[in-house]
T-cell receptor, first 114, second 113 residues
Framework: AQSVTQPDIHITVSEGASLELRCNYS??????LFWYVQSPGQGLQLLLK??????LVQGIKGFEAEFKRSQSSFNLRKPSVHWSDAAEYFC????????????FGPGTRLSVLP | DGGITQSPKYLFRKEGQNVTLSCEQN?????MYWYRQDPGQGLRLIYY???????QKGDIAEGYSVSREKKESFPLTVTSAQKNPTAFYLC????????????FGEGSRLTVL
């Protein structure tokens, strides 16, 4: 069965520092991978997605993620964090044509110090 | 603008009452989903529908019911059989024959008094 793990429940970084959020997945084939962000009391917004091709994908708000098949990882990065980036981040794995098979990780809460 | 609208945003319920959460989309998406979110547990699938007049149970369907009479609408009823209904509920949609990318509404927070 497919699964997603996010080892860090809560991360705190200073504004302007770099950020890396970890995501590992288990899936039988090449997965479709996603990162979503959720502000408190809000829905989820898509940051970026990987389907195929270049393993380094760029997203909105200056985020990027790298797909590493050998490590079954899809880590999210940002070179310089802004206070507005404080939120919960979810990694997810999906399958083409089967939205109901989406699997979300437990999330990583990001706090940003001024 | 296209999107998903959930209402109400906040809802309070007494024990033993059924409540219905609304979800409407104007994205012309075929598939719609309901998720439940609890702190530290990510999102869990309650029900999904791939086409009008058809829906399937997800991982935690007990105590919930849905209908899909129109493509745009996918209401969720939280029944009195749901033992722990206090949670944040998210509705989502996707293009069925697509990449599986989900689009989310703003969520509804249900609190049982």
């Amino acid at each position: 069965a497919q699964s997603v793990t996010q080892p860090d429940i809560h991360i705190t970084v200073s504004e302007g520092a770099s950020l890396e959020l970890r995501c590992n997945y288990s899936y039988g084939a090449t997965p479709y991978l996603f990162w979503y962000v959720q502000s408190p009391g809000q829905g989820l917004q898509l940051l970026l997605k990987y389907f195929s091709g270049d393993t380094l994908v760029q997203g909105i708000k200056g985020f990027e993620a790298e797909f590493k098949r050998s490590q079954s990882s899809f880590n999210l990065r940002k070179p310089s964090v802004h206070w507005s980036d404080a939120a919960e981040y979810f990694c997810a794995v999906g399958a083409p044509n089967y939205g109901q098979n989406f699997v979300f990780g437990p999330g990583t809460r990001l706090s940003v110090l001024p | 603008d296209g999107g998903i609208t959930q209402s109400p945003k906040y809802l309070f319920r007494k024990e033993g009452q059924n409540v219905t959460l609304s979800c409407e989309q104007n994205l012309n998406h075929d598939a719609m989903y309901w998720y439940r979110q609890d702190p530290g547990q990510g999102l869990r699938l309650i029900y999904y529908s791939q086409i009008v007049n058809d829906f399937q149970k997800g991982d935690i369907a007990e105590g919930y019911s849905v209908s899909r009479e129109k493509k745009e609408s996918f209401p969720l009823t939280v029944t009195s059989a749901q033992k722990n209904p206090t949670a944040f509920y998210l509705c989502a949609s996707s293009i069925e024959k697509g990449t599986g990318e989900l689009f989310f509404g703003e969520g509804s927070r249900l609190t049982v008094l």
